[in-house]
Every structure is written in C-alpha cells, then in structure tokens.
C-alpha cells in the first residue's frame, strides 16, 4: 500500500486509475510493454538475475550403475537499479473551473495534461534506451537492413527473419516481438510482400491487423509507438516530433508484467511500491489547495528506473526508412 507520510496533498487514486484508462485507449505509449513494470518495495536495491550463459551451458549429465551424479546449478550476476522520480503540477484556478465547466471538466483536463507530459518523458528514456546504438553495436547485434523498409519492394520478413536468428542462436529463444514507430508500421501496410500476404487474412480492427502482420512476420507482437510530442518551447512554433525514430526496428524478447526475474526478457521497469498506486500503474495523481492562487494545484509524478538486462534478447534493425 502507497504511504504518503510528510505531505498535505491528497492522494487522487480514482484520477490515476481514469488517466491510465483513458491513455491506453487513446493507444499511444508503449513503453510499458516493451519494458514492463515490476513492483519493488525499496528505492534503490541490488538484485541478481540470471546468466544466459550460464543457463545454456552443457554438462556430463551421464551416469553409470553405483556411480553418484554430476551437479551443477544456476548462475546469477549481481546488479542495481535506482528509481528516480519524475513529475509535473498543474494548477487550476477556481475562476477557471467554473469558467469551462459548461465545456469540459478542466480537473480531469489538467491532470491529463500533466500525466500525459510525464508518461511521454518515460516512454522518450525507453525509446532512447531500447534504440540505441551504443548498447546494440556490432554485428550479431545490429544490421542495416539493404533496402529500407519505406521502399514498397523490400522485404522486412526476410530483415526480421535474419534478426529472430540473432537472438535465437546467442540465448536459445525465439524472439517474439517487433518494435517499431508509427511510420514504419504504415509503411509495412503498403509493403508488397506484406500485402501479398495481408490480403487473406481475416481484419475486423487495429488489433486483427497487427496480429496478422505479427504472424507474417513470424512473431507474437508488434508495439507500433505513436506517441508525438510538440518539441519546441512554450510560445514557440510547434514541432511535432515522433517519439520513436522511425529509422530503426527492434526484434527482440518481451515479457510481461506478472513475470518474475526469472524470465528471460529485454528488460524491466523497476517501479518503487512504496509510493506508487499499483492501479494506477505507478503513476501517483495527488492535489492540494494553494490559497496563495485560490486554487487547486494537482501533481502527477512516479518513480522509476528503466533497464535493460541483455543485450543479446534483441537485435537492432537500422536504416528503415529513407
């Protein structure tokens, strides 16, 4: 249970159960699928996980009448992680509730606001985290793909094909997720050999479409990131910007929320329990009152660190798009 000793905000679980809801309906972010959340009851720890290598090894496994048998175990590693916090407040001042309250309800607008802002800056850290060319370098981790993607004649099954083999032949499991940006996902959908294949396929909505094209690339998921965020400064021009680059893929290993450490994945999201509504998906919505503006002030803010554990769970694509 969330404590929130030394602080006379309110806490506003309902308000970050709606803005979760209302989020993942809108379908932008996905950050919290390719790296998954995992509850951890202190800030900062160490923890130990599992050796790829150590897992695959071979042993003497043999035995002979009267003879003992061979052991051997499991190999861990030690390593940390520190949640750190990042939030935003929004005010609202009485006058200007009243004055939209016939249009919209401004409480609901403001926290929307401001939890969006904080959630676009935890998906832009994945994003930079998950395509990144420093982490995946070399040639078992990365490929420029011959023929970009935004080309309708190349041929992303045979440029994911390749990469699943990466993964598979360094950790002994089949990659079953594709990463990639909007641009490329509709790029995908006018590509001829997807369409060739796409054409037989059964597609009611959004959802049937990207299982479809899951399994013509001969895997379980794609996170199609849509998230845009307005890059300039306040009174500046707008300049919308993607929030995943739209000139790389990633073709990797993802759990799921429930999974343990134990599972063989990309990587968590290590999100601090103490202070981190489990409902709301750890994004904490609280309000006070500030007299000073004779008005409400509400603050979004959660407290995270994302990691990736191994880089050979994925395999970066490159230049995807003209």
Known sequence: MPTY?????????EL??????FIQQADEFIGHRVLPGLMVPKKTANFSKLEREGFLRTCDVKRVPRSGYNRDTFSAVDDSYA????????????????FYMGDFDAEVATVETITRRVLTDYENDIEASVFNTSTWTGASLTTAVSTEWSTTTSNP????????????????IDANTLIISKKVYNNLLVNEYVLERLQYAVVTNQGTVESNLASILGLEKILVGKGVYNSAKEGQTASMTDIWDDEYAMVCVTGNEGDNLMVPQLGRTFIWSADAPVEAGGCLVEQYRDEKVRGDV??????????????AYGHLLSNITA
């Open 298 to 311: 509400y603050r979004a803010r959660m407290h995270t660190d994302e990691l990736t554990f191994d880089s």
């Open 83 to 98: 949640c750190i916090e990042r939030g935003l407040e929004g005010p609202l001042d009485d006058d200007e509730r009243e």
């Open 5 to 13: 000793s030394g602080t006379h905000a309110a806490p506003r679980i």
């Open 16 to 21: 970050g159960v709606a803005m979760k809801e």
């Open 157 to 172: 099954m045979s440029d994911v094909k390749g990469a699943k083999e990466y993964v598979r032949s360094a950790t002994g």
